[in-house]
């Protein structure tokens, strides 16, 4: 099953929800490996800044991602036609 991040979720609940998608994983993930992941599942321009920072918890990724939303809410960072839409893959579904 694909995950996306609706276009009016908040990052905060988009990541909620990733989190319990991720909990079912086995072995279960360690931090860097949950950070690396979910900053995987954004698209620009939210994955330049995660993919450039150098939180290694998945909650400081989270609150990076949200100066993200903030930041181009007021227009101070410019987002892509896609900026609203990520995207987590299902393994178990072959895809």
Do not use: C
Not at 3 to 29: G, I
Not at 33 to 59: C, D, G, K, W
Request: net charge neutral.
């Amino acid at each position: 099953m694909a995950m996306e991040k609706e276009n009016q979720e908040s990052v905060r609940a988009y990541a909620q929800r990733w989190r319990d998608k991720v909990t079912y994983v086995q072995p279960p993930l360690i931090d860097t490996e949950m950070v690396m992941l979910f900053a995987n599942t954004f698209q620009s321009p939210y994955y330049e800044h995660l993919i450039r920072s150098s939180a290694q918890h998945f909650h400081k990724v989270v609150r990076i991602a949200e100066r993200i939303e903030q930041a181009m809410k007021r227009e101070k960072i410019e987002g892509s036609s896609m900026n609203s839409r990520t995207m987590i893959r299902d393994d178990s579904e072959g895809g």
